[in-house]
């Protein structure tokens, strides 16, 4: 009955992607940015469908169960400081840029090397964030099927696509209404039935209000403000999230959008963690037996509970992955093949059509790395980490400082990636979790340096952009550009032939 039921709502959500794929009419304009028409209710929801995913469902609640409150509700507390902050510094100037992708600000900024350069590291990045929500789904379909955790990323990756590649934005927007509204009722219902049958029980020390996690190393404190800072800052170079703030209607529209996502992934987001503390004091639910949200849901929720619960984390995942499939590969196609717009009459638009073809290798990719690495959570705080040492600083002082140059932006760029992936090498976890992605075994850095690699990485990233400004100036062609940014009045998109 689970995965029937469960079946159905993924057909539902399919249904509605597929037949508003009608709306593209041929136009990548239509199919990236869903024609820059979409109203407050669809960017908002499509904004909390794309953060609250399995990864802040199925990894916050294998976090707060393991290690506390505050080690699972980061991940949905980052996302929607990241909302904030994009509501009151960021929606309404990047709305009106009339940009088609974020590489486009890097490459209006900027010049073609930093073009290039930024948006390889989003499409890095962003492949990583399409494998954690893979991850989630393929324990699902292992756990309530018995099919091979491999299949189950397989099958995942196949129904997204399947609606995906046909109606891009538009798609992804509409059907973001249905898996928003299964993933508010769902969260609803499980922890008002949470709470009803056992109470809410927080095991001592490590609730909500046991600042510990957040000020004693010995409890994970570098770690949680790492997944905060990454998430919170990090997170704001995300190219999901800011091709649906390019989709909003106006710029007013975007930033509400953003204020609303933001309340709505914090509400969900704090209650997933509290009933994963529940579940873990009341009933011992242990990581050691599969995921905490799937053992709880199978030998103790009532049945049409329990279909309601795995309906709104596929929905959510679903969401996430879509926008991460579309985005990065409109990044890859335009930003670094140098794919444009076509707009003349009686053309095809090479945009539309190379950037369905280059979803396909990045499902693959996407894939390989779900099947590698088989952890909830991590691989989203992972990908937003990269960010913030590397383009937080290109990105937010590109937009608001003059000084800003593209020798600092590749400077700046390079030393933080440089220091993450050093850091990553040499330290033996990952956010708590045993490092089998990349770890030599050395005697420099132990585990209690988890955590601070993220903030000491960032702070180099940006201390090299900074000092590299003072001592550059911009070139002709990036006075231009600040001149273009300087402008106030809405820009509309640019019309490109060839």
Known sequence: MIITGVALSVALVLAVGIAVARKIDGDSANYLVAGRQLGVPLVAVALTTAAVDSNATVGNTDLSSAYGFWAGASLAIGLA????????????????????????FFARRYNRRVEVTASLLMVFAFTILLAGNLVGMGFLVEYFTGMPYAVGVVLAVALILAYTIGGGLFSD??????????????????????AGTYGIHIPAGLGPFDLGQLTDPGQGAPINWATLVSLGVGDLV??????????ARTPQAAQRACFIGAGATTVIGVAWSLIALTASSQLGLVLDDGPVIFQLLDGYAPALVAVLVLSGIVAASFSTA??????????????????????APGHHDPLLRWTRVAML??????????????????????????????LVAPFLLGLFWRGATSTAALVGTGVGLVVRLVFLVLTPTLYGI?????????????????????????????????????????HESEEADLALLDRTEVLEPELEVG
């Open 238 to 247: 995300a190219i999901d999230f800011m091709q649906r703030i390019f989709a």
């Open 81 to 104: 400081i990241c909302l904030t902050i994009t509501g009151l510094f960021l929606a309404k100037p990047m709305n009106r840029m009339g940009l088609f992708t974020l590489g486009d």
């Open 434 to 474: 045993p490092n089998d992605l990349l770890y030599f075994d050395n005697q420099v850095f132990g585990a209690g340096f988890d955590g601070w690699a993220t903030l000491v990485a960032a702070a180099a990233g940006i201390v090299a952009f900074v000092l590299t400004a003072l001592v550059t100036r911009p």
């Open 173 to 194: 927007a509409y059907a973001a209404v249905i898996q928003a509204a299964i993933t508010v009722v769902a969260t609803l219902v499980l922890f008002v039935w949470v």
């Open 322 to 343: 879509s926008g991460a499939i579309l985005a990065t590969s409109a990044v890859a196609v335009r930003n670094i093949a140098g794919v444009k717009r076509e707009v």
């Open 361 to 390: 290798p990045v499902v693959v990719i996407g894939a390989f790395l779900a099947v590698r690495v088989s952890q909830t959570g991590i691989l989203l705080t992972l990908a937003f980490d990269l960010m913030l040492a590397c």
